[in-house]
């Protein structure tokens, strides 16, 4: 089946720093997402994806499926950011289902 | 939010006795799905349902049951539940966009301690 990698693992930012995430899939793909985790275990759509690129705020997100991988862009990050950051797809050979990838896992400090 | 509750939200019990746990949706979405979350590993999919009576299995089916009887409803059984059980459990929908599944939306999650 499809493999959903995720980097960097982990980062540590000061509060008002810009990061980039990246996620690399296997197959190709015909339905990406991004998932913000926050500290109480709440999964919070962040953006459909599966081209392209869109702006939501602070956020931004990339995803060029001709060479299937995806970018979260984090400008001037905020205390609140913090948390776990997941893309999932959905291959184009098994649609049905939705893999995650093992996640990004954020720290803004002040 | 897209109407997803999760039953019970939290749950402890001991090892070799069932349980199961119920996902609740008020919107009519066609697709349901159950996953589980563990330190290390992410979301992985259990089961998911793409229809009542249609469903089908995930990534780490084994040691789990589901049934879908109606469309609200979607229930994920642990005939005998063992520690290895557990964990976080999420329930998700998606709407078809044509023919295909599309975006989901999570419920609040199930906490699951099997002693």
């Known amino acids: 089946g499809i493999q959903v990698e995720q980097s960097p693992p982990d980062l540590i930012l000061q509060e008002g720093a810009n990061s980039t995430l990246r996620c690399n899939f296997s197959?190709?793909?015909?339905?990406l997402q991004w998932f913000h985790q926050n500290p109480w275990g709440q999964l919070i759509n962040l953006f459909y994806i599966p081209s392209g690129t869109k702006q939501n705020g602070r956020l931004s997100a990339t995803t060029v499926a001709t060479e299937r991988y995806s970018l979260l862009y984090i400008s001037s990050s905020q205390t609140t950011d913090s948390g776990v950051y997941f893309c999932?797809?959905?291959?184009?050979?098994?649609?049905?289902?939705?893999?995650f990838g093992p996640g990004t896992s954020l720290s803004v400090i002040p | 939010d897209a109407g997803i509750t999760q039953s019970p939200r939290h749950k402890v019990t001991e090892t070799g006795t069932p349980v199961t746990l119920r996902c609740h949706q008020t919107e009519n979405h066609r697709y349901m799905y159950w996953y589980r979350q563990d330190p290390g590993h992410g979301l992985r999919l259990i089961h998911y349902?793409?229809?009542?009576?249609?469903?089908d299995k995930g990534e780490v089916s084994d040691g789990y049951s589901v049934s879908r009887s109606k469309t609200e409803d979607f229930l994920l059984t642990l005939e005998s539940a063992t520690s290895s059980q557990t964990s976080v459990y999420f329930c998700?929908?998606?709407?078809?966009?044509?023919?295909?599944?599309?975006?989901?939306?999570f419920g609040p999650g199930t906490r699951l301690t099997v002693t």
């Open positions: 998700a929908i998606s709407e078809p966009s044509g023919t295909l599944p599309y975006e989901q939306y």
């Open positions: 999932a797809v959905r291959s184009t050979t098994s649609y049905d289902k939705v893999i």
């Open positions: 349902s793409y229809g009542v009576k249609d469903t």
């Open positions: 197959d190709s793909v015909n339905n």
